[in-house]
DNA sequence: CCCGGAGCTTTGTTGAACAAAGTTTCCCTT
DNA sequence: AAGGGAAACTTTGTTCAACAAAGCTCCGGG
């Protein structure tokens, strides 16, 4: 039987789940503002949702500020990936079990 | 790209998730009995989101006192059926996009 | 006629999402 | 040098939902 109770609170909130996926989906990392754009989320909103996972752990950032406007990356970290591994394994059994 | 935005909320709530993926699961009802067993929740909260997806048209039960104690049968509903399996679709988006 | 369990309601607390607006920093233009 | 503007971040406040705990109701059995 699944164990629901390990799924990742962290992660399961749809803003920030949205979040992990596209960090996972590529290896650049992704900036403040490709994030924004992809995601219909204010900035309070998702500057919450990435200090959240920052806080976890789960991702690691660095603000640049060289090259024309300054910009801030994001990437996931190596326990992220992990956490995020664990969190698809779980929607893998509810998917073979609902169908 | 995935479209979060479509992921049905009242369905994605771990609690609600856990519900739906039991009753997804098997063809036969559980009772009330059992999915309190299965999943690890009190009553009142048990039973309030098991309203919230009643009111949501996802699942019918019915309650019996014919033989011994009285117990009430859950089932999911064909629109429950359908929500559930567009909720299935988008998480095998999120597991094709971040493997 | 109580006793107890099943199902359900009620109440209250806690915490998180989200929006909106304000703040800071820094580049670029004039 | 001064001001404009965009990016990133903070703050504030509202709103809503999860959850626990306790109480209520119904009903069958002893």
Request: glycine residues 10%.
């Amino acid at each position: 039987m699944i164990d629901f109770s390990k799924l990742d609170k962290t992660i399961h909130e749809k803003g920030r789940l949205s979040i992990m996926t596209l960090l996972a989906s590529r290896v650049e990392p992704w900036s403040f503002q490709d994030l924004k754009g992809e995601l219909e989320m204010s900035d309070g909103n998702l500057i919450t949702h990435l200090r959240t996972l920052g806080t976890a752990g789960y991702l690691d950032s660095e603000k640049f500020t060289g090259d024309g406007r300054p910009q801030t990356l994001y990437w996931l970290s190596a326990p992220g990936r992990k956490a995020f591994e664990d969190y698809l394994a779980i929607l893998e059994q509810i998917l073979n079990m609902g169908r």
